[in-house]
């Protein structure tokens, strides 16, 4: 493989794969997108959030899981970092804390792709308290 | 925070609070006057006078969600460990700028760390900042900029595997064809 030093190049990549995007990019649909946001700020981070969200963007890439990963602020959650926020199409947010590649790796198998509940969700819904 | 990189990756989230839209990140280092160091400066809403004082208080925030901020307190104390010195500007409705900076020799500083991950995800992660990463060596400069990554994708997705592996080689080549030190 040639080396990709500068934009030109990333633009011959652009192009090559442009024509395998198309079929894959056909199966999108927003409504059925999985969000998952990584908490990074300082608490995320010393925890190694940087660790989880590359094991989260490579890992659902793998198994072309149409999902998008992102960032996000602390949740105050410091305690348990790194935490993850993952909505379904459909379902309320759910907040995970530990997520470590293990974690990750449960989360993604369980929860994800079979919509059951793991351990280790950080309950946050107090709307319903007050209501 | 072990590496220059999850300071960086840290800083940043303060100026994307701060709504900026261009935020540009520079690290120098001379290894002839044994000096490294790293600016990040941004076009937010910055800090007013009496912000910016107790910006590098640990126990100061602007946060509701916790009580402490560590980002800046830990950035300015590996700073100041590895003989070096920091400091922050700041203009209401112009932005702010934070530098570090390090004795390069110093067995404190941190290493540079995985720049090329904290770009990506950083991009992936705020698709509408433009982000600027420079890094200067004596043997010459490279300048990466978000905004003029994705013109050059023509709308295919930052997220595919191939573009994905390939912004990474780019910044992984560069930094290594102007021998920046890790």
């Not at chain 2, 999850?6 to 000096?35: C, G, M, P, W, Y």
Request: glycine share 6%.
């Amino acid at each position: 493989m040639t080396k990709i030093k500068s934009l030109a190049d990333l633009r011959k990549i652009r192009d090559e794969v442009q024509s395998k995007i198309k079929l894959r990019e056909n199966s999108t649909h927003p409504e059925q997108t999985v969000q998952i946001k990584i908490g990074m700020a300082t608490c995320g981070i010393a925890s190694g959030a940087k660790e989880t969200m590359r094991f989260f963007v490579e890992e659902l890439e793998q198994q072309a899981i149409d999902a998008v990963v992102t960032q996000t602020g602390c949740m105050g959650f410091c305690y348990a970092e790194p935490t993850v926020e993952i909505t379904l199409p459909g379902k309320e947010p759910v907040v995970f804390g530990f997520v470590n590649k293990t974690k990750a790796e449960e989360i993604i198998e369980v929860y994800i792709k079979r919509g059951e509940l793991v351990d280790g969700i950080i309950p946050m819904n107090f709307k319903t308290i007050d209501e | 925070m072990k590496t220059i990189t999850d300071h960086i990756l840290d800083i940043v989230q303060n100026s994307i609070r701060a709504n900026a839209t261009l935020i540009e990140i520079i690290v120098e280092e001379n290894k002839k006057n044994d000096f490294y160091s790293l600016i990040i400066s941004d076009n937010g809403c910055g800090m007013d006078e009496e912000t910016l004082k107790k910006a590098a208080n640990p126990f100061f925030t602007s946060r509701k969600t916790r009580g402490v901020g560590l980002g800046l307190s830990l950035l300015k104390q590996n700073a100041e460990m590895a003989g070096g010195n920091f400091s922050l500007y700041s203009v209401v409705n112009k932005g702010t700028e934070v530098k570090a900076s390090f004795q390069l020799s110093n067995v404190d500083r941190p290493p540079l760390g995985d720049v090329w991950n904290m770009f990506y995800y950083t991009m992936i992660g705020n698709e509408t900042i433009d982000f600027h990463y420079i890094h200067k060596t004596e043997n010459g400069t490279i300048e990466i900029q978000s905004e003029e990554i994705k013109r050059s994708l023509e709308g295919v997705s930052l997220r595919q595997k191939e573009i994905r592996e390939a912004i990474l080689e780019l910044i992984q080549n560069n930094l290594k064809e102007i021998k920046a030190t890790n």
